[in-house]
Structure formats: C-alpha cells, structure tokens
C-alpha cells in the first residue's frame, strides 16, 4: 500500500510541475486564459455530444462521432493555444502587454461561436445576453486589424 501512496504522490508531483511549467509559457493563470480554457472543454464536449447522441456533427462524413475528427479538433485546440505562446512572447519581446490578451479574446469570441453553433443543434435556447456578449467579444477581437 506504501508503494501505491509513493508512485501517486510521484504522478501528482510531475503533474502539477507539467501544468505549472505550461501556464508559465503562456504568460501565468489569467482569467482570459482560464475562460479560454474553459470555453475550449464546453465546445470540445459540446461537439462530442452533437456526434454521439444527436449524429448531426459536420466534422464527419456520417455525422457521427469519428475518433478521428475529435483528434483533429483537440489538435486545433492546442494549436491555438501555441498561437497563445507566441503571442504572449511577443509581448515580453515588444515590451507591450495587449497581444496575448487580443489573440484570447479572439479565440474566445471562435470558441463561444462554436459554442452557440453546438447547442443550437441540440435545440438549447440561449439567452440573448450570450449571443450580444459573443458579438462583442467579436469586436474586440478585430478591433487591433
């Protein structure tokens, strides 16, 4: 039982440091980050139920939840957030603090517009705030262009 308790203390340990050294390449856990990141796993998980239950998914030929198109959305997820890095170096090279938060907010106003896709799907009903609150984030997002 001592050795189970050792190699759990161990998977935690390397855990959190992996998680730590991550969130530090992305500039610290900021708020836009964490609703990123969030809005990220509600519109992955969003796509996974409108494959699996409702088979009306425009990711795959049949509708249906393909292993291979949930692979590819995660990819793009986690290329976005490379774009993150990159832009949040860019700000400690330029000496500016607003790249990283501009490229979050956009990525967020992508995210919550899949989101709002997603569940109109399934026939959810969303409150008009959502839907002005994305709009906006969508101004803010090309505002800088």
Not at 65 to 83: E, H, T
Not at 96 to 115: L, Q, R, W
């Amino acid at each position: 039982m001592e050795k189970i308790n050792q190699v759990k203390v161990m998977f935690i340990t390397l855990l959190g440091g992996t998680g730590s050294f991550l969130v530090q390449l992305l500039g610290g856990w900021t708020t836009d980050l964490n609703t990123l990141l969030i809005f990220m796993g509600v519109d992955f998980i969003t796509g996974l139920m409108i494959a699996a239950i409702w088979k009306k998914s425009g990711k795959s030929e049949s509708g249906a939840l393909n292993s291979i198109s949930a692979w590819k959305g995660l990819c793009r997820k986690g290329a976005s957030l490379l774009v993150v890095l990159i832009s949040y170096r860019l700000d400690v090279t330029l000496h500016v603090d607003y790249i990283k938060t501009a490229v979050i907010i956009a990525f967020i106003a992508n995210e919550g517009i899949s989101i709002v896709e997603n569940l109109g799907v399934m026939g959810v009903p969303l409150p008009t705030v959502i839907t002005k609150a994305i709009d906006v984030l969508k101004e803010k997002s090309t505002e800088g262009e």
